[in-house]
C-alpha cells in the first residue's frame, strides 16, 4: 500500500510519460492483462489510455487490473490512468519511504557489470586504441629508453658546459690576482 508522499513521487515520475498501450472496446481480456504484467517488469510505472469507444471508465478498469495483477493504483486523469508494481527481475525506481533494499541490489549489480566506455569519433565511428597491442608496448617502451637517453646526454653537456664555466672563471680570477 503506498502513502499519499509515495503516490505524489510516482505521478511526478509519471508526468511525463506517455500511456504505453490502450484499451479498446473489447474490454479488459487476458492477452491484454497480459501484456500490463510484461509492461509493469519491464518499466514498474506505467501510463495506459483508455479510449473513448470503450464500456468502461478508466478508473474501474484500473481498479481492477490493480486487483488481478497485485498493482499498486497510482492516478487517473481523464482517459489515463497509471499503474506501479515493483519489477520482480529488475527493479529501478527507489520510493522514498518504502524498503528499497532490492532496488539497491540491483543498482550494485548493474554498477559491478558495467561496461567501459566507448570513446566515439565526431561521425560516432569507435576510436581504436594503438597502444593495446604487444607490438605497441614494445615500441613504447623502445621509445621511452630512447627519450631517457636524450635528457640524460642533455643533462651531462649541460654539466660539461658549467664545469668549463667555472674552470674559465677560475682562470680569469687568477689572473687578476
Not at 41 to 59: F, G, T, W, Y
Not at 66 to 74: F, T
Amino acid at each position: 500500500m503506498l502513502t499519499g508522499k509515495q503516490r505524489s513521487y510516482l505521478k511526478s515520475l509519471a508526468h511525463n510519460k506517455k500511456p504505453m498501450t490502450q484499451l479498446g472496446k473489447d474490454g479488459l481480456t487476458d492477452a491484454f492483462v497480459d501484456q500490463i504484467s510484461l509492461l509493469l517488469d519491464q518499466h514498474e510505472l506505467i501510463k495506459i489510455h483508455v479510449l473513448d469507444n470503450s464500456m468502461q471508465s478508466a478508473e474501474a478498469v484500473a481498479i481492477e487490473v490493480c486487483e488481478i495483477l497485485n498493482a499498486e493504483y497510482v492516478q487517473v486523469i481523464g482517459n489515463k490512468f497509471t499503474i506501479y508494481r515493483q519489477s520482480r527481475t529488475n527493479p529501478m525506481i527507489e520510493i522514498p519511504g518504502a524498503d528499497n533494499t532490492r532496488v539497491i541490489i540491483n543498482k550494485q549489480k548493474k554498477a559491478a557489470i558495467k561496461k567501459p566506455a566507448v570513446t566515439l569519433s565526431k561521425r560516432g565511428g569507435k576510436i581504436s586504441k594503438p597502444n593495446a597491442g604487444k607490438k605497441s608496448k614494445a615500441k613504447a617502451v623502445v621509445k621511452e629508453r630512447e627519450e631517457k637517453a636524450l635528457l640524460e646526454e642533455k643533462a651531462a653537456k649541460t654539466a660539461r658546459y658549467l664545469s668549463d664555466r667555472r674552470s674559465a672563471f677560475k682562470k680569469s680570477n687568477k689572473e687578476v690576482n
